[in-house]
C-alpha cells in the first residue's frame, strides 16, 4: 500500500476481517440445497487440425503506373464510345 497512510491501510484490512466473518455465517439450507443440484450438461466439441491461411487487411490506396485524361478539343455530342471503360487501350485504336 504505497501511497495509502498506515492507519487507512489498518482501517482497510479491518472491515474485510470483520465482512468475512459476517459472510462465514451465512450459509444454513441454502449450501444444502446447492450440493444436492445434480451436475450440468457441457456441450463440446473435438479440436480439427488445418492448415490456417494467414492475412492482413491494410487500408490504402492503388492508382496505375500511366493514366491518359481523355478531354474534348471541340464542343459537341457524341455519338458513339468505341471502347470498353476501364479497358486497356492501344495507341492509333479509335475511341
Known sequence: ???MPR???AGVALVGIVGLAF????GGS????????PAPIVAFAAPIEKTVTRYEFATGRV????Q???RARVSGYLKS???QPG?????GKVL
Open 63 to 66: 492508382e496505375p503506373i500511366e
Open 81 to 83: 464510345i468505341q471502347f
Open 30 to 37: 441454502d449450501a444444502k440445497k446447492m450440493a444436492e443440484l
Open 23 to 26: 459472510l462465514g455465517g451465512c
Open 1 to 3: 500500500m504505497n501511497g
Open 68 to 70: 491518359v485524361d481523355i
Open 7 to 9: 492507519c487507512a491501510a
Open 87 to 91: 479497358t486497356e487501350v492501344k495507341q
